[in-house]
């Protein structure tokens, strides 16, 4: 069975930096690449939220939040996900989910497909 694993949660200041990772196992390559990879959000009392998606070629959407803070990017030939996340803020605070899926989401709503088990993201001074 796919799984994703994560990496890269903790504890940063404002203004600071984290880099998360998100990595496929149990899948061949050739169909990892059809799949489109994601970062969401979720914190206490919301539904879980859009940060970054990536497609196998690469083309990108951002969550409002994460525009022009966040970054996503992708190695196909390691079936892995990275994050770059800078200029945090405390509103950042959550626990970030990977995900994998085929078919795109509901309006305003996530994907199914596959999920990480979330790791834990907190901002503050």
């Not at 059809?34 to 970054?52: F, I």
């Not at 969550?63 to 022009?68: E, F, L, V």
């Amino acid at each position: 069975q796919v799984q994703l694993v994560e990496s890269g949660g903790g504890l940063a200041q404002p203004g600071g930096s984290l880099r998360l990772s998100c990595k496929a196992s149990r899948m061949i390559l050739s169909v990892f690449n059809q799949y489109t990879m994601g970062w969401y959000r979720q914190t206490p009392g919301k539904q879980r939220e859009l940060v970054a998606t990536i497609t196998f070629d690469r083309a990108t959407t951002y969550g409002d939040s994460a525009k022009g803070r966040f970054t996503i990017s992708r190695d196909n030939s390691n079936k892995k996900a990275s994050l770059q996340m800078n200029s945090l803020e405390p509103e950042d605070t959550g626990v970030y989910y990977c995900n994998l899926h085929r078919d795109p989401p509901p309006p305003g709503g996530v994907p199914q497909g596959i999920w990480g088990q979330g790791t834990q993201v907190t901002v503050s001074s």
